[in-house]
């Protein structure tokens, strides 16, 4: 079963399919939101030339089809989550900066922790105790 969600980012619609086990992206839209190019499908054409064919790497994304505004379904460039990272590091775009200073940080924060796993223990520490309900806020529900 394919399923198809439309998501929000920056008053910008993001075409994404679960696909495979995993969520795919419309390449397309995520470089209209963080280019604010005109003409996306153009300046995704010129970032797929220069940063995978001229340097013959294999492609990081494929062609699913999704809705299109005109209510039709067509073949759309998608990636998954960990290659639309690799493609966001591609845009040259001010909007495209944060990503990239992000993805920098979380992959120094990686090595830091591969040279000192107590780091990687600490940071899972720090995970969970977010995520756990604080037992201060647990409630006696008699059970």
Known sequence: MTVHKMIVFEGKKIRRVWHNEEWYFSVVDIV?????SPTPRQYWGKIKQREFVELELSPIWVQLKLLSSD????????ANTRNMFRII???????AEPFKQWLAQVGYERVQEIENPELAQQR??????????????LSFTGR
């Open 89 to 95: 590091q591609s845009i040259p775009s001010p909007k």
């Open 32 to 36: 209209e939101v963080l280019s604010n």
């Open 71 to 78: 209510g039709k379904k067509y073949a759309t460039d998608c």
């Open 124 to 137: 899972m520490k720090e995970i969970y105790e977010r995520k756990v309900i604080p037992k201060t806020e």
